[in-house]
Structure formats: C-alpha cells, structure tokens
C-alpha cells in the first residue's frame, strides 16, 4: 500500500516539475524494497529512479543501468499488474539511449500489457504516446493517421477526454 501511494505520488510530482521530491520519494521506495523485499511495484522504483538520473541528472548511461534493472526485475515479478507503468516509463530513458524506431514499439508493448491487466488509463497514456512518438521515427502518415484514430475512438470508448483533446486538432 504505501508502495502504490509513493509510487502514484512520483508520478504526480514528476508533471509538477518537483525534482528534489521526486529524488526523495524514489529513494523511500528503494529504501522500503531494501528493507522489506520485493513488491510488484519495487521494479517502477528503479525505472523511475533511471528516468531521474538519465533525463533531470543528463547521465544517461547510469540512468539506463536502472532502467534496464528496473525491467529485470519485473520480469521476475510473479505479478504483471504494474507492467505498463514500467514498460511506459522505461521508454523515456530508451528513446534516448537505444534507436528510436525500436524504443517507440515498447509503448505499443505498454499498451498490451495494461489492457491485459484492465488499466485503461495508462493503456490510453501508451497509445498516445506511441502515435506522437510515431511523427519522430518517420512512420508512414496513412499507417499514422489510422493509428490515430483507432487511439481516439478508444479513448472515446474508455472516457479519456484528457489524452483525447491532445490528438483532435484544433
């Protein structure tokens, strides 16, 4: 519980721009997993911890070392709740280090593995993300426009108008 509460409270406070909190927060999670073993949510702790290093600290080949843990880790995690949140944030840090045409798909992984697990709203997060990634790997704008809307009409369908607005046009 206090894992899921820390981890809900680093995402808030990472759109913020509350850099020192969020270091003090991930720290705490790595602490609580040190200290009391592994939870399904240990292995965002590290991907998020990479994220911090890679993109707010500019150390990407340190940032990339946790993230690549982090996905260790929940590789061996018995639960696969939590996997689009780490495969989503992963991402961030990947885009940077690996080729961007091959980091892009892990949203589309991302994507898959919340649907799987009922997590609509970061399932919508990793389809919008992976349509606006798609402009910056060159991918075909008729391939790109029916992805588009295919992520519109299931936003509609899962009442995301957050994310939905962002695709519309003006």
Same mark, same amino acid.
């Given at each position: 519980?206090?894992?899921?509460?820390?981890?809900?409270?680093?995402?808030?406070?990472?759109?913020?721009?509350?850099?020192?909190?969020?270091?003090?927060?991930?720290?705490?999670?790595?602490?609580?997993?040190?200290?009391?073993?592994?939870?399904?949510?240990?292995?965002?702790?590290?991907?998020?911890?990479?994220?911090?290093?890679?993109?707010?600290?500019?150390? $990407?080949? &340190?940032?990339?070392?946790? +993230?690549?843990?982090? /996905?260790?880790?929940?590789?061996? #995690?018995?639960?696969?709740?939590?996997?689009?949140?780490?495969?989503?944030?992963?991402?961030?840090?990947?885009?940077?280090?690996?080729?961007?045409?091959?980091?892009?798909?892990?949203?589309?992984?991302?994507?898959?593995?919340?649907?799987?697990?009922?997590?609509?709203?970061?399932?919508?997060?990793?389809?919008?993300? $992976?349509? &606006?990634?798609?402009?910056? +790997?060159?991918?075909? /704008?008729?391939?790109?426009?029916? #992805?588009?809307?295919?992520?519109?009409?299931?936003?509609?369908?899962?009442?995301?108008?957050?994310?939905?607005?962002?695709?519309?046009?003006?």
């Amino acid at each position: 519980m206090a894992m899921e509460l820390l981890a809900n409270l680093c995402e808030l406070l990472t759109f913020s721009g509350e850099t020192l909190k969020v270091k003090f927060i991930l720290s705490k999670m790595i602490q609580i997993t040190l200290k009391h073993g592994m939870s399904p949510l240990s292995p965002l702790a590290f991907v998020h911890y990479g994220n911090f290093v890679a993109i707010i600290r500019q150390n $990407y080949e &340190v940032g990339y070392h946790y +993230v690549k843990l982090g /996905l260790t880790l929940m590789k061996q #995690s018995p639960s696969r709740a939590h996997d689009c949140q780490m495969i989503y944030n992963s991402a961030y840090t990947r885009m940077h280090v690996e080729p961007m045409q091959t980091s892009v798909e892990f949203f589309l992984d991302g994507f898959r593995a919340a649907m799987k697990s009922g997590d609509t709203r970061n399932a919508m997060k990793c389809a919008y993300f $992976y349509d &606006v990634a798609c402009f910056w +790997v060159g991918k075909k /704008l008729d391939e790109l426009a029916r #992805s588009m809307k295919e992520t519109v009409k299931q936003m509609r369908f899962h009442k995301n108008l957050v994310l939905m607005s962002l695709l519309l046009p003006i």
